[in-house]
Every structure is written in structure tokens, then in C-alpha cells.
């Protein structure tokens, strides 16, 4: 059974901080990964994806991943209320039969 | 740009009935996947199809649950019959490959008495 694991929270920041996401996963020939917002009683939305090694900025977000550790983290910069919302990891499986396996999500919220 | 449409938004029904859902992805999408979301839980997948192909149902129990895809848009799945532990927010997401880049429909919140 391939897994994403996510501290499901609350992670709680006051507005302004640095909000840090993570999560796990535990097969290794995953590709691709990706972060996913979810309002309460609303649908997933992407937000980030990344494919290699390293850092990836975009706008106030920033997601990193280490292969070798299978980890993967979403950074929020400059917090705001309106970030507070569940953040969902996700990775595709390796092999012919693609499939987004998604972690059970970490509800964040951001206090003014 | 229109989003993916889901219907109905809310149903509520007894155990033991049947229900259905229906999914309309954003046009040109060719991959169409149907998930189901427990309360605190990610995303599930049930099914996912390539233009009318399902190609993954591994997931789906098909005693009760049915899928269709006809001429390759719209989808609706089915149960038939509905148990309590069927209660979940059902969604409907399109790409326009097979690909993490999925977009969400609003789902269907179904209640099960």
C-alpha cells in the first residue's frame, strides 16, 4: 500500500510567520508530487507541484523535496488568515498505472 | 473557463436505496476520475477514465458501485444499494491527460440514514 503521511495538525502561526508543511511518502519511485489547498466544505485546488530535488518558489510559497529522504515540505511565507486552510500532499505512484495518492491533509490556521 | 460540474450538490437518502451522481469535466479534458473524501481523510481514488476507458477501477466496489462514461464527457456514477458507511463527499476531478494537475468539481455531500 503505497502511503502520504501528514501530521494532520492544527498547525497553528500567528499572521506574518513562517507556516512549514510536511509530509512523507513511502514509495520510492514517486515522480511527482504536489500540494493541494482545501477550504472548509470546498473542493481540493492545486497549488504547487515539483518534480526535482531542491527548492521551488512561487510567490509566497515554497515547496522542497529530498528524494532520497522521501520527504517533501510546503513553505507559506508571510502568513495570512486567508491561508488557514487544509493543505493535502500528494504523489503519483511509480510504474505504468498512474495514480495521485493523497495524504489525509494538515489544517492550518493562521491568527490574526 | 467553465470548472468541472457536479450534481446534485447535498443528497440525502435511506439505506438500501439507489443514487447517482453525475460529473461534467472541463471541456477538452480527456481524463476524468471520480474520489471519494471522508471526513478528515484526503482524497480516495475510485476510478479514473481515459476518454470513455476506465482504466483504473481497482478501487471501486463493484457490488454496489457503477460507473459510466459515455461518449467520453460526462460521467455518473451509481450505487445501488446505498449502505451508512457510503456517507462521504463524493468528487468528480478532470485533466487533460492522466496527470497531477487535477481539477476539482465543488462535490456531492451524500448523506446515508
Known amino acids: 500500500q503505497k502511503e502520504v503521511e501528514q501530521n494532520s495538525g492544527p498547525l497553528s502561526v500567528p499572521e506574518g510567520a513562517i507556516a512549514s508543511l510536511n509530509c512523507t511518502y513511502s514509495d520510492r519511485v514517486s515522480q511527482s508530487f504536489f500540494w493541494y489547498r482545501q477550504y472548509s466544505g470546498k473542493s481540493p485546488e492545486l497549488i504547487m507541484s515539483i518534480y526535482s530535488n531542491g527548492d521551488k518558489e512561487d510567490g509566497r510559497f515554497t515547496a522542497q523535496l529530498n528524494k532520497a529522504s522521501q520527504y517533501v515540505s510546503l513553505l507559506i511565507r508571510d502568513s495570512q488568515p486567508s491561508d488557514s486552510a487544509t493543505y493535502l500532499c500528494a504523489a503519483t505512484s511509480g510504474g505504468s498505472n498512474y495514480k495521485l495518492t493523497f495524504g489525509k491533509g494538515t489544517l492550518l490556521t493562521v491568527n490574526p | ?113
Open chain 2, 1 to 113: 473557463e467553465a470548472g468541472v460540474v457536479q450534481s446534485p450538490r447535498y443528497k440525502i437518502i435511506e439505506k438500501k436505496q439507489p443514487v447517482a451522481f453525475w460529473c461534467n469535466p472541463i471541456s477538452g479534458h480527456n481524463t476524468l476520475y471520480w474520489y471519494l473524501q471522508n471526513l478528515g481523510q484526503g482524497p480516495e481514488l475510485l476510478i479514473r477514465y481515459e476518454n470513455e476507458e476506465a482504466v483504473d477501477d481497482s478501487q471501486l466496489p463493484k457490488d454496489r458501485f457503477s460507473a459510466e462514461r459515455l461518449k467520453g464527457v460526462d460521467s455518473t456514477l451509481k450505487i445501488q444499494p446505498a449502505e451508512l458507511g457510503d456517507s462521504a463527499v463524493y468528487l468528480c476531478a478532470s485533466s487533460l491527460t492522466m496527470s497531477g494537475y487535477q481539477y476539482f468539481g465543488p462535490g456531492t455531500r451524500l448523506l446515508v440514514l
